[in-house]
């Protein structure tokens, strides 16, 4: 699909005419026109203000010409897995469970390799294949090519480190010491909660990254913990195979 049909059928699926989308981008009518007839292609400071608008990325504005993948995992990206930086405009070049809110959530390269081979590993691709794949390519992506002079990093990694002690802090009985945190997107992990009033809540924003990890519940049974945490809470529960009958343990304000 080129740009010109892109757009049109963004600008169609919401309801807008071309003067209604001129208005919100501050361009003209005739602008939106010749986009739209294939005359002209919206500058780049217009496509990344059409991105945000529309909530897509530019490369899908553009057509898609580009197969892109996170620099840091290696992920294919699509509009639903590209991150974004934290004024809601994409960042193409990662995947939202490596980069969110203009933070790297990996700075090992191991512990990225570890969580990857979980989500990878079936009875076709053993779990060495895995991460034997992933130790081959890792070092070919941007990322890991530029680690070093990447900002930030040794900040982060206090940050878990504190964040960690505050879990542990917290002696929840039967929840094994917490000894890492990894990136966890909202979405796979908002379960939602029966309260005495019969009413359900979620606590977790479905396009959020979080800090979190599983762990088995050290008395045994089919129940595991849950953590989930970022800069304003720690979040602690208890489910189920699949997040079945989840249970709150803690929630609280840091």
């Not at 361009?27 to 897509?56: H, I, M, Y």
């Not at 990694?157 to 505050?166: A, G, M, P, S, Y």
């Not at 990254?209 to 720690?234: K, V, W």
Request: aromatic residues 12%; charged residues 30%; proline residues 3%.
């Amino acid at each position: 699909m080129e740009t010109k049909d892109v757009i049109f059928e963004l600008r169609t699926k919401k309801g807008l005419s071309q003067d209604e989308l001129a208005e919100k981008l501050y361009v003209t009518r005739q602008a939106v026109s010749r986009w739209e007839n294939g005359e002209t292609v919206p500058n780049t400071e217009t496509l990344k203000l059409l991105s945000k608008f529309f909530d897509v990325s530019i490369n899908t504005l553009l057509g898609s010409p580009r197969k892109l993948i996170c620099q840091c995992c290696g992920m294919p990206l699509d509009d639903s897995t590209t991150s974004k930086e934290s004024d809601g405009f994409f960042n193409e070049e990662y995947c939202k469970w490596c980069y969110a809110d203009g933070e790297y959530m990996y700075h090992n390269m191991d512990d990225l390799i570890e969580v990857c081979v979980k989500n990878m590993a079936s009875e076709t691709f053993t779990s060495e294949q895995a991460r034997t794949y992933m130790k081959e390519m890792l070092p070919k992506l941007n990322y890991w090519k530029q680690y070093k002079n990447l900002d930030g990093a040794e900040k982060f990694e206090e940050f878990k480190r504190k964040l960690i002690d505050e879990i542990n802090a917290l002696n929840v009985e039967g929840m094994p010491k917490v000894e890492k945190l990894n990136a966890l997107v909202g979405g796979y992990i908002n379960l939602k909660y029966l309260l005495p009033n019969g009413m359900s809540v979620k606590f977790l924003d479905d396009n959020a990254t979080y800090l979190g990890n599983q762990l088995e519940c050290e008395f045994g049974g089919n129940r595991c913990f849950g953590i989930a945490a970022n800069m304003d809470f720690i979040l602690i529960c208890t489910y189920e195979e699949n997040g079945e009958n989840p249970e709150l343990v803690i929630y609280k304000k840091r």
